[in-house]
């Protein structure tokens, strides 16, 4: 489609102070992601929580660390050089599940992110973020760590950091990190 922003800050611009879902009725401030615009790989969570919520930042909260830990001692990559968002922008209330319509709405930014960064590899976290963005259903314990493809960019799914947080296990090899 024509006439989309082409870069990071027009489109951040473009959803100004956006009022298209009821989700900006309980928000302090819309998070619309950070990072390298050319960046490699790019993270997508499901929603702001509360602290990203009031930071106006993805990724900034007890999960947002674990993540962080992943990136630079896990992967040996900084945060800065990645980039991490959410598939919807402004933190549903007591952090339920986006609704259907709400990802609908917010879907098309994420679409232009992917479209202006064209990383290489995008790494959904957690089972909503993996079903927003393939369309489906998705089985996060079953089918993660297998290649599916989003707008022609390889994806992988894996658990959210919150989820291992909650489910800590020898498994997770948390240690060192
Ligand atoms: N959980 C998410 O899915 N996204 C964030 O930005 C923070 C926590």
């Given at each position: 489609?024509?006439?989309?922003?082409?870069?990071?800050d027009?489109?951040?611009?473009?959803?100004?102070?956006?009022?298209?879902?009821?989700?900006?009725?309980g928000?302090?401030?819309l998070?619309f992601?950070?990072?390298?615009?050319?960046?490699?790989?790019?993270?997508?969570?499901?929603?702001?929580?509360?602290?990203?919520?009031?930071?106006?930042?993805?990724?900034?909260g007890?999960?947002?660390?674990?993540?962080?830990?992943?990136?630079?001692?896990?992967?040996?990559l900084?945060?800065?050089?990645?980039?991490?968002?959410?598939?919807?922008k402004?933190?549903?209330p007591?952090?339920r599940?986006?609704e259907?319509?709400?990802?609908?709405?917010?879907?098309?930014?994420?679409?232009q992110?992917?479209?202006?960064?064209?990383?290489?590899?995008?790494?959904?976290?957690?089972?909503?973020a993996a079903?927003?963005?393939?369309?489906?259903?998705?089985?996060?314990?079953?089918?993660?760590?297998?290649?599916?493809?989003f707008?022609?960019?390889?994806?992988?799914?894996?658990?959210h950091?919150?989820?291992?947080?909650?489910?800590?296990?020898?498994?997770?090899?948390?240690?060192?990190?």
């Amino acid at each position: 489609e024509q006439n989309h922003p082409t870069d990071l800050d027009s489109l951040r611009a473009f959803i100004g102070d956006c009022k298209r879902c009821k989700l900006s009725q309980g928000r302090t401030h819309l998070v619309f992601g950070e990072g390298s615009p050319s960046a490699r790989l790019v993270f997508v969570g499901e929603g702001p929580g509360a602290e990203e919520d009031a930071a106006g930042r993805p990724f900034v909260g007890e999960a947002g660390k674990l993540l962080t830990k992943i990136i630079e001692s896990g992967m040996g990559l900084k945060r800065e050089d990645v980039y991490i968002c959410n598939v919807v922008k402004c933190r549903p209330p007591h952090n339920r599940d986006p609704e259907a319509e709400e990802v609908q709405t917010c879907l098309p930014f994420l679409e232009q992110q992917i479209r202006v960064i064209k990383p290489e590899v995008i790494c959904t976290l957690g089972r909503i973020a993996a079903q927003s963005l393939l369309g489906r259903e998705f089985k996060i314990t079953q089918e993660r760590g297998n290649w599916f493809s989003f707008m022609g960019t390889q994806l992988m799914a894996t658990f959210h950091p919150a989820y291992i947080l909650r489910n800590p296990s020898r498994e997770h090899q948390l240690k060192g990190l």
